[in-house]
């Protein structure tokens, strides 16, 4: 079979593994209820767990055998399949918008396969991990400083940034896998050990990074910037560094920019719905009116109850301060020998 095919083969695999979990593990938090180790004793939970593991094994092996620019923009296709294969598992309906992104994402991602060589491509050598390590440092350390600086004042900035950052640690860390698993072998394991242990501080930033820019910033737009930064930034890597490259020379390119734009397009699309949707979930029933033993009684807020009441007593709404109230019963006609 060929490396291509068997490349883009493993992160189809890869993304059904992952868009599985992630629907397993919705299910799991929308229908048990909160536990610090509740989940330890879940085989569902410990399933989705599996399947994660399973999708990261998938997809380093569609790295070790295919070019980044192509490997890595196939890591979408998570948010693709998860609505039909939700559709299938809990019978939840997909809307025509995420059907529509869904075809946008599919569409692009079809043209950029068409353009992308065959042509195998090189590990990075030291000085190019060096120069790649300095160089994304640096990035991340910028972009979350400008989070940092920015606060509160401009959240949807704060946002983009950190959801940037989490793009770009989680670009730089499938590059440095790359490279592991093209140079993987049992003499150069203490060779790597370095190279392994940087992985893992960009997984673990982009982790912290993505978590961070939810706070305040909703699900659809940290969503789709750290899915679109992530294989756009790793492709340009590739292309740069590795010496990858697209069929038909500039036209190919200026295509495979324009099929990334398509692409990047239908994963905002898809992530703005699977937003919507979560939201409706999450909004709660109106609460019922409290009844008393009379008509339902409307109270005011503390302070203008009190306005209220002050204004009463003074003789300036033409009511008894104790019955300053809205919702209390007007006073009737008064009955010889009754005290009120």
Known sequence: MNALIAAVLLALLSAVCYATAAIVQERIAATTPPSRFGL????????????????ALLHVGALGLGPL????PLGVLTL?????????????PVSRVAWRGIALVSAGLAVLLVLTSSTPSRALAGGEQLTLTVAVACALALLVASAATVGRRARLMRTVSLATAAGVAYGAASVFIKTVADSWSASSLL?????MGLIAV?????????????????????LATTTVVNPAFAAAVGIVLLGEGFRFGALGAAGAVLAACVAAWGLVVLSADHA????????????????GPGPVVIHPPGRLSRVLHTAAAHGHLGLHPRRARIGAHPPGPRVPGSRR
Do not use: E
């Open 202 to 222: 960009l997984a673990a930033t982009g982790l912290a990074s993505s978590q961070a820019s939810y706070r305040g910033g909703g699900l659809a737009t940290p």
């Open 276 to 291: 919507a949707r979560t939201r409706g979930r999450r909004t709660p029933a109106p609460s019922a009116p409290v009844r």
């Open 40 to 55: 330890l004793r879940s085989a569902r939970w410990w399933g989705a767990v599996a399947l994660n593991g399973l999708g």
């Open 80 to 92: 693709v399949l998860a609505p039909p294969l939700a559709a299938v598992m809990v019978h939840r």
């Open 191 to 195: 060779v790597l050990a370095p190279l």
């Open 69 to 72: 620019s192509l490997v890595q």
